[in-house]
């Protein structure tokens, strides 16, 4: 059974930064992609930033472009996401996705909490 453990969130200051990641109980290899998605209360849940494991390239959604940078961790086994000039928007849980292609499957993980407030 894949296990995906995030790590990092908290509480920060608009402006502030935050760095989480995602331990995968198998190599990351393992999946074709793996992503952050977030979702706020009220709202329904929506794609933060993917990445394809094996040819790092990378998408993000238009309201985290240019803030936002996911990456992986070879040595850790992790993908993580850099999150610099937070606002209060990016408030959120953050969960971190898995896919793999054969056979198609997805996974979650457990969710870390994301609060950006003065």
């Known amino acids: 059974q894949v296990q995906l453990v995030e790590s990092g969130g908290g509480l920060v200051q608009p402006g502030g930064s935050l760095r989480l990641s995602c331990a995968a109980s198998r190599s990351i290899f393992s999946f074709a992609s793996m992503g952050w998605y977030r979702q706020a209360p009220g709202k329904e849940r929506e794609l933060v930033a993917v990445l394809n494991v094996g040819s790092s390239s990378t998408n993000y959604a238009d309201s985290v472009k240019g803030r936002f940078t996911i990456s992986r961790d070879l040595a850790k086994n992790t993908v993580d996401l850099q999150m610099n000039s937070l606002n209060s928007e990016d408030t959120a849980v953050y969960y971190c996705?898995?896919?793999?292609?054969?056979?198609?499957?997805?996974?979650w993980g457990q969710g870390t909490q994301v609060t950006v407030s003065s």
């Open positions: 996705n898995a896919l793999k292609s054969f056979p198609p499957s997805s996974y």
